[in-house]
């Protein structure tokens, strides 16, 4: 399996934005289901934003009303828009993408809103 590879992680204050990226190529990409999830040290992996392959979207509680999840099937992308960025946003950031071969990860990457 060809993993999702995920940018756009950093530094930030409370209060910033950032956009994470994750592209994963491949002639099944428009079909998938995406997912952004982020995990914490010690913590489980959550679920924070969905979009089917027929555009509809979910977002945790936590994160309604400040993240956008948005695709560009052309492009194989997926985005994760962050804005109004809280400390408890910390964590690394894990692309999951569901196709007819599975569901498969990326390597993450890091986001850190400093306090």
């Known amino acids: 399996q060809v993993q999702p590879v995920e940018s756009g992680g950093g530094l930030v204050e409370p209060g910033g934005s950032l956009r994470l990226a994750c592209e994963r190529p491949?002639?099944?990409?428009?079909?998938?289901?995406l997912g952004w999830w982020r995990q914490s040290p010690g913590k489980k992996r959550e679920l924070v934003a969905q979009?089917?392959?027929?555009?509809?979207?979910n977002y945790a509680n936590s994160v309604k009303g400040r993240f956008t999840i948005s695709r560009v099937n052309a492009k194989y992308l997926v985005f994760l828009q962050m804005n109004s960025l809280k400390p408890e946003d910390t964590g690394k950031y894990y692309c999951?993408?569901?196709?007819?071969?599975?569901?498969?990860w990326g390597q993450g990457t890091q986001v850190t809103v400093s306090s």
């Open positions: 491949g002639v099944t990409f428009s079909a998938s289901d």
């Open positions: 979009i089917t392959r027929s555009g509809f979207t």
């Open positions: 999951n993408v569901q196709d007819s071969t599975g569901s498969i």
